[in-house]
Nanobody
Framework: QVQLVESGGGLVKPGGSLRLSCAAS????????MLWYRQAPGKEREWVAG????????KYADSVKGRFTIFRDNAKNTVDLQMDSLKPEDTAVYYC???????????WGQGIQVTVSS
């Protein structure tokens, strides 16, 4: 059974930092691209960042580019999202996502709350 478990969320002041982590199990982690999405109250879920299976390529949404960094460790089956210079508009539930394009397989974590507020 595939599990993606996020951790590291919480409350932070504007300008602060948080590091989210996602631990994967039940899948061959190195076969999957890993992504982070978020969903703010009353809004649709949006893509935030992605990293290829070999970490060679990373992409970011324009709204977080230059502030967020995605990492992965295939030995530990983890993917992290370092979030710096946080803004109130970054407040959302953040979701970890594993995607295998050739097999069109996609798995989601349960989500973790990030709140940016003074």
């Amino acid at each position: 059974q595939v599990q993606l478990v996020e951790s590291g969320g919480g409350l932070v002041k504007p300008g602060g930092s948080l590091r989210l982590s996602c631990a994967a199990s039940g899948l061959t982690f190195s076969y999957y691209g890993m992504l982070w999405y978020r969903q703010a109250p009353g809004k649709e879920r949006e893509w935030v960042a992605g990293i290829t299976s070999d970490s060679r390529h990373k992409k970011y949404a324009d709204s977080v580019k230059g502030r967020f960094t995605i990492f992965r460790d295939n030995a530990k089956n983890t993917v992290d999202l370092q979030m710096d210079s946080l803004k109130p508009e970054d407040t959302a539930v953040y979701y970890c996502n594993a995607y295998n394009a050739p097999r069109d397989l996609r798995y989601w974590g349960q989500g973790i709350q990030v709140t940016v507020s003074s």
